[in-house]
């Protein structure tokens, strides 16, 4: 189905359950991301200033950025274990405290992370699915979307770290059908990724929506997903929930 079609998705075939990618689906994340890593180095300009006199603020990101992708594949799924890791590592190498700037400097930046601005329609689209179906977030980053705004529309939320893997790999969906408690055939999940959301969430035994604001054409040989949309705005109406609002003449 094609991000133009105004079909509408079958309900008949039962979906109890939806869940949700959280960054660049619901939100876009480098602006949260940005401002996170501007108030955690003004933390540390007062309260470790040697991690500051070796680090500007550029390059304290790009050590960050390197330390993560230097990471063993088992290990990056959990992005907070890697972050205070890498945050007791530099305290170190700069004679700062390492257990203030893991706990309390860490602190600083997840609140900023989870300081997000929702997509316009986020809110009004999860107050109409909520009242249908249980919602769900399945999400690779370490947002915590019950300290964001739109936390109060979810049931339950299943980030990397704590299924033990990241998308696309079956076993953070499985975990995600377990705190949903219906069956996979039931569950419906939408995100922007074609690799993570989509084939990640097919091959799990999910349905599949994709975000996808950019009208991209599919880049995989595998079957796509069920229906595809470059609103948010756009999924009620795909699941026949909402009636489209006439063509003007």
């Known amino acids: 189905m094609t991000e133009g079609s ?9 979906i109890r359950c939806i869940t ?20 955690f180095y003004e933390w540390l300009r007062v309260n470790a200033p040697q991690v500051c006199e070796r680090y500007s603020p550029e390059a304290l990101v790009a050590a960050r950025g ?7 594949t088992s290990e990056r799924h959990d992005l907070t274990g890697l972050r205070k890791r890498w945050l007791r590592g530099i305290a170190e190498e700069t004679g700062a405290c390492p257990e203030r700037i893991s706990s309390e400097g860490f602190e600083v930046f997840w609140i900023a992370r989870n300081e997000v601005e929702p997509d316009p329609e986020a809110a009004s689209v999860l107050e109409v699915l909520s009242r249908h179906f249980r919602l769900g977030a399945i999400s690779n980053g370490n947002a915590d979307v019950f ?4 936390g109060r529309y979810f049931d339950f939320a299943v980030p990397a770290a704590e299924a033990g893997a990241a998308k696309p790999d079956p076993a953070i969906f499985r975990a995600a059908v377990r705190r949903a408690g219906v ?22 035994g999910m349905r599949a929506g994709w975000f996808n604001p950019h009208t991209t054409a599919w880049p995989h040989d595998a ?22 609002a006439p063509l003007r003449p």
């Open 147 to 150: 300290r964001t705004p739109l």
């Open 6 to 14: 105004s079909q509408a998705v079958a309900v008949d075939a039962e």
């Open 20 to 39: 949700f990618d959280l960054d660049d689906t619901l939100w876009p994340v480098m602006p949260a991301i940005h401002r996170a890593e501007a108030r």
């Open 66 to 72: 390197a330390f993560i992708r230097s990471a063993p």
């Open 223 to 244: 079957p796509g997903p069920e229906f595809a949309f470059g609103r948010l705005g756009q999924i009620p109406i795909r699941l026949g929930l909402v009636r489209p």
């Open 183 to 204: 069956a996979v055939e039931s569950m419906l999940h939408i995100g922007d990724d074609p690799l993570c959301d989509v084939l990640g969430a097919r091959k799990a």
